[in-house]
């Protein structure tokens, strides 16, 4: 994930935090904002946004 890019961070009720890129047209790149360095796996925008659902 570049540090320009767009991003929007969840917070879990557990402080568990996940950095979620935006601006992606076919890909949804999400990572660990406690371990940055750590990868950044990139979700396909349709499952992204179905998991999405199923949390709310």
């Not at 935006?22 to 750590?38: I, L, Q």
């Not at 950044?40 to 709310?56: D, I, K, N, Q, V």
Request: glycine share 4%; with cysteine.
């Amino acid at each position: 994930m570049s540090d320009e890019a767009p991003a929007e961070r969840a917070v879990l009720s557990d402080a568990n935090c996940v950095e979620v890129a935006t601006g992606h047209p076919t890909h949804t790149p999400v990572r660990d904002s406690k371990s940055t360095t750590a990868g950044t796996p990139l979700f396909p925008a349709p499952a992204w946004r179905a998991f999405l659902t199923t949390l709310h």
